[in-house]
């Protein structure tokens, strides 16, 4: 048979992931010959040879790609027939102002692994990394994904290192990263300000003392830095937890392996599967009562979740060989409200005289991440937190985003940068409330700019006048900007995620966000499509005295519910609340709203979650975000069908909710019921309210969205009620229902607008 010639272009995630290794593989299994070539917009495959192994081969390309390879389209073209002697791998051309993508960072491979006990160059060696795994985004300067493009570029190969990277048939081919003791980064262990080893035998012995001493130490890792302490140990926990100012935030815990975890939390398939996934997240997981000794109940207290990942470094694993806890403490080397730090400098200045050691290596951390967080909602896994292992994957929206830079919310911030269809997220950034946060903020979007070749048109921004993340949108660069209500840009993020692009019911839940009549809403039933949305119907505004500080004392929110529904008298009830909170206090309260000093109105439905919490005793002053509405979540126990009355009309009224509620508490029904009941009656008001809506327009598609539906019980039964009669539901998945999934909502409006306006 004659020989045929073919060009095949290969586009999506297929760079810095062992894609042409794999290639070369395969081309030389059907003995094609020919090249393949990165550019920074795709990587092209030229080859010649027998017409059924070329296909052979072009079907091999989709189905056995690499465990990272993301391939979202492959074109082929039959060419003049050229001959050539060998397959090869030719060098990587920066071709045009488009861009591949780049790999997220990538748990380390069991091959690595198994490495690490061979002796030689990388017994042992903590910074081990091939083809199919290590650092990728993190290290990553810019495009092509070269070595001298990342922050590798400062260590040079020894030649052992260099022949692998050379050797086509090489697990470490093309590795960027590629190292070994002899020539690769390493650690260093400070203490008190010196720097005491740089051997990683007498650094590990060294951690995992003080680890089991009930220390406290700071360790450099992928994207940024960890604070790490036994788990078992309330004490240590406890002094992490002040040193960290006051937070009360959850830590996440690393356990040693899946085994140790099944003892401490109950986990099903999928949150397994999520759990040993090579983009190791931190999962959302229930509680288990454990047999053996208990995990230290100050680490996530009143709370029947845990954050839990695996290890995913070598560094990682290497630690656990010492340690002889099974568990420990792996929370976000930072102060509140800072971002995760990455810089030596930073570390030793911030950290030392803080924490017992400090341990810190030589390979610098370009692109900050975090661990993500995910929890499986209805058998799937969703982000609640996106950052390391899932940046910066793009989202295809389906929409032209070319030249869009969406500049997200103020809490929990991300931003979004569109090219084409595809829609950049970048990572979790958080709070724009410090200085620091705000400058991780601007140089991450100029990162993302130069990096992805974007050229800003479009600027889209959050209605709220005094977001930070707005204002800098307001004045960038000149730039005409459109500006996008909060919950309008929450539904438009699930649809642009899910492809939507019609009329739907949406419905978003949250705390807070800026309507467009000043108050505040976070209850929104609404029919919309990206363009334009129209309220339809959303919780009774309640005074919130105090205004946004309210949301941290749970209590002012309580007392104004209570003050609408029974007056003065509540004051007479025996409520635990009542003794919890001050009575001048209280009177001073009850004096704002009285007058109505600072007492803005609000619809969030997550102050009603806040108001049940507060009254049941379970939190009057919260020490993180959602604490109260999180607390509350974890009473419920799904055996109780019951729910309190509601009134449903062009708004929703929970006067006979309260007061269920606190007749229910007056009678000494227990809290778990309690609790139970409230979820079923939001269920059953998203549910009436949405198909009142269905009734008069005749829509059957409805998208829920906002931070209220990382509720598991919530948003499972209020999915599994509206499928039962028949709705079409859509819910997120790769991007966050909270507020760090708000840009893409902006994004994907000012997408449809220019759409419509130059139409
Ligand atoms: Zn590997
Ligand atoms: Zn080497």
Known sequence: ??????????????????????????????????????????????????????????????????PAAVIRDISTEETDNVQYDSFIIKESNDISEEITEISPDIAVCSDCLADMDISGSRLDYAFVNCTNCGP??????????????????????????????????????????VACSNC???????????????????????????????????IKGLGGMHLACDAFSEEAADRLRSLKNRDGKPFAIMFRDLETIRQYAETDKQEEVSLLSWRRPIVLLKKKKSSGPQIAGNISSGLNLSGVMLPYLPFHYLLF?????????????????????????????????????????????????????????????????????YVPAPIDTALNNDGILAFGAELTNTFCAGKKQNAYLSQHIGDLQSVETTRFYEETMSRFIKMFRIKPSLVAVDM???????????????????????????????????????????????????????????????????????RISHFDYIALPGGDSASEEPWRIAISYLNKVYGKSFLELNLPLLKEVKSEKIRLLLHMIDRNINCPLTSGAGRLFDCVASLLGLVQTATFQAEGPMKLESLVDGISEENYQFDTGESICFDK???GIVDDMLNGIGKVTIATKFHNTIILTIFDTVNAIRLKSGINKVVLS??????????????????????????????????????????????????????
């Open 657 to 659: 909710t309260i007061k």
């Open 464 to 534: 709220h006048p005094m977001y930070i993340s707005t204002r800098k949108g307001l004045t960038y660069k000149g730039l005409p900007v459109i500006e996008v209500q909060h919950h309008h840009a929450h539904i438009a993020s699930c649809m642009a995620e899910n492809k939507l692009d019609e009329k739907v019911i949406g419905v978003a839940f949250d705390g807070t966000g800026y309507g467009t009549e000043g108050n505040t809403w976070g209850s929104e039933f609404m029919i919309c499509d990206l363009n334009d949305f129209e």
């Open 184 to 218: 690769g980064p390493h650690y260093e262990m400070h203490a008190a300000g010196k720097m005491i080893s740089d051997k990683t035998e007498d650094i590990l012995t060294g951690v995992a003392a003080c680890i089991e001493k009930g220390g406290i130490v700071l």
């Open 321 to 389: 060989r010492k340690l002889k806890t099974p568990a420990i403490v792996m929370t976000s080397g930072n102060f509140s409200n800072e971002p995760i730090i990455m810089d030596n400098e930073d570390a030793l200045s911030q950290f030392t005289g803080c924490v017992d050691l400090i341990v810190l290596h030589n390979r610098e951390i370009f692109n900050r991440t975090d661990d993500s967080v995910v929890r499986i909602l209805s058998g799937k896994e969703r982000i609640f937190r996106r950052s390391r292992g």
């Open 1 to 66: 048979m004659s020989e045929k010639s073919l060009r095949i272009i290969v586009t999506g995630l297929v760079q810095g992931v062992g894609f042409r290794p794999f290639v070369y593989r395969i081309a030389s299994k059907f003995s094609l010959k020919g090249w393949v070539q990165n550019t920074n917009e795709n990587v092209i495959i030229q080859v010649t040879g027998n017409p059924v192994r070329i296909n052979s081969f072009v079907i091999s390309l989709k189905t056995e790609a690499p």
């Open 706 to 759: 906002g931070g209220v539906f990382q509720n598991k019980y919530l948003s499972e039964r209020t999915v599994d009620l509206l499928i039962k009669n028949n709705f079409e539901v859509f819910t997120h998945s790769t991007v966050p229902a909270n507020d760090g999934g708000i840009a893409l909502g902006q994004l994907a409006v000012a997408s449809k607008r220019r759409e419509l306006l130059c139409v």
């Open 136 to 177: 990728r985004f993190t290290i990553i300067e810019d495009l092509p994904y070269d070595r001298e493009k990342t922050t590798m570029s400062h260590f040079a190969m020894c030649r052992e290192c260099r022949r692998e990277y050379e050797n086509v048939t090489d697990r470490r081919f093309h590795a960027q990263p």
